[in-house]
């Protein structure tokens, strides 16, 4: 039997966490995301993971709603995360648009030796303008050229990570030749670099790489390159396409498909019957899409002031304009009137409001009921190859995933698909997997 992997989002910012919540804590102060990471660790998680959000969302000029618990810088989480953790992989998301290989090269490094061979990276390469205008160059990429850039970007950390020859551990200490630490010398279409690495590569060699990216070019990239992928392919048979998909790519580029491991983002409600599960997942859907967020919504689609309409009434009658400014950062909708032409006829075939709609077309992947029956539902996605294992995103920070850990890991323990020990010391070995 296929063994289960699991990991941890931090909820962050997202339309699935719901901060305001009384039941919710910060989701900046370091309390959290050591709660989250300790408990992701004693239920026996591969990897704590954390989303990047450069740039707050906006809609008609407002801060996004959902946005407005902030969200703190990756790699200073991450680092200080390796002093209270032992064994949990820690995962950051790093954007190879607006940042210099470089860089990113040594701060991986660096986790990779502060956490003992931990360190894993989600490879983006988010290129809207919006964001890039924090930043120096302002939004400079041609969408186009991202996985270019992504390429040659992966490419130039690479050779930092391997321009150190290690000679010989020795009690714990890499001694090395100096004539033995390379000049890396590159040259290509975005990145010119003559430089050397300012220390060697961690445990792991490279830090584990995931790779978030749906394009046909994000599938070809993270088949060749990623130990794992991060989807929202989450439904049985969408994720066994995309599976199948991405372990074929890995394939035909020669490697070990069971060596690219597929994640989808998951979430999940648990109760003490079916019923009361199914209860709690609809209050939870209701706090998560609120009436103002769900014209919101629709307005990102339709690109106009929708604010006229009945949350609780039928869809606006009126076609999108096709502007897409009404919105920005990080909106992935597709052609408008083509999606608004698909909300409609959702809408009238099942009867449902501006807001039901907005409920139903949003919801990802979530597995409602009994710790037995989302222990059952996981193994089976995992067993019929729509997945190694989930991104477990909860919608409580930092304690959603408390009764998860108490109640559904023994389980899938009992049915022997997970682990009952670390058997590893790194991600990567956490990754291979092998039952304790
Ligand atoms: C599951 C998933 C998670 C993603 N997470 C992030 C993220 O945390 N931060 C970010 O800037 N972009 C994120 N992205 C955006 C992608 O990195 C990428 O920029 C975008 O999907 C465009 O690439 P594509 O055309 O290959 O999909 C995510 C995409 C997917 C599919």
């Not at 392919?233 to 070990?256: C, M, P």
């Not at 009945?310 to 052609?335: A, E, F, K, M, Y």
């Not at 477990?392 to 109640?407: A, I, K, N």
Request: hydrophobic share 40%.
């Amino acid at each position: 039997m296929k063994q289960v992997h699991l990991a941890a989002h931090f909820p962050g910012v997202n339309n699935t966490t719901v901060w305001s919540d009384p039941a919710a804590g910060s989701q900046i102060e370091f309390e959290s995301f050591v709660h989250l990471a300790r408990t992701a660790e004693r239920g026996l998680f591969d990897f704590f993971f954390l989303a990047e959000g450069l740039r707050l969302r906006e809609h008609r000029g407002q801060i996004y709603d959902l946005d407005v618990v902030g969200r703190p810088d990756t790699f200073t989480v991450v680092a200080a995360l390796a002093g209270v953790t032992d064994r949990i992989g820690l995962t950051g998301t790093i954007n190879t648009t607006f940042n210099e290989p470089f860089e990113v090269a040594r701060q991986f490094a660096t986790l990779d030796h502060l956490s003992d061979g931990r360190a894993g990276w989600n490879i983006v390469t988010s290129s809207d303008a919006f964001t890039g205008a924090n930043f120096r160059r302002g939004g400079f990429l041609d969408h186009a050229d991202r996985y270019a850039r992504a390429e040659e970007f992966l490419n130039v950390a690479q050779a930092f990570w391997n321009s150190w020859q290690a000679d010989a551990v020795v009690a714990d200490e890499i001694y090395v030749e100096p004539s033995r630490i390379h000049t890396v010398e590159y040259r290509g279409e975005f990145f010119s670099v003559r430089g050397m690495a300012t220390l060697p590569a961690g445990p792991q060699g490279q830090p584990v790489l995931l790779q978030a990216g749906d394009s046909e070019d994000g599938r070809s990239f993270g088949a060749r390159h990623a130990d794992a992928m991060f989807t929202l392919h989450g439904s049985l048979e969408d994720g066994q396409r995309y599976t199948a998909d991405v372990k074929g790519r890995a394939a035909a580029a020669g490697r070990n498909p069971n060596e690219l491991k597929v994640f989808p983002a998951a979430t999940f409600v648990l109760g003490d019957s079916a019923a009361d599960a199914a209860e709690k997942a609809r209050h939870i859907r209701r706090q998560q899409v609120s009436g103002p967020t769900a014209i919101a919504m629709l307005e990102q689609v339709w690109g106009r002031d929708l604010s006229a309409y009945d949350p609780d009434g039928p869809l606006p009658d009126v076609d999108p304009t096709g502007d897409t400014s009404i919105t920005q950062g990080r909106v992935r909708h597709g052609d408008p009137v083509a999606v608004a032409r698909r909300y409609r006829d959702r809408a009238q075939a099942e009867n449902l409001s501006i807001r039901d709609l907005v409920i139903a077309v949003t919801s990802r992947q979530q597995f409602v009921g009994t710790a037995s029956q989302i222990a059952d539902e996981m193994n089976r996605y995992v067993q019929a190859d729509a997945c190694d294992g989930f991104i477990l995103v909860s919608h409580l920070t930092p304690h959603g995933l408390d009764d998860f850990v108490d109640q559904v890991v023994p389980l899938l323990q009992e049915r022997r698909v997970y682990r009952t020990e670390y058997t590893g010391r790194t991600l990567r070995e956490h990754l291979a997997g092998k039952a304790a």
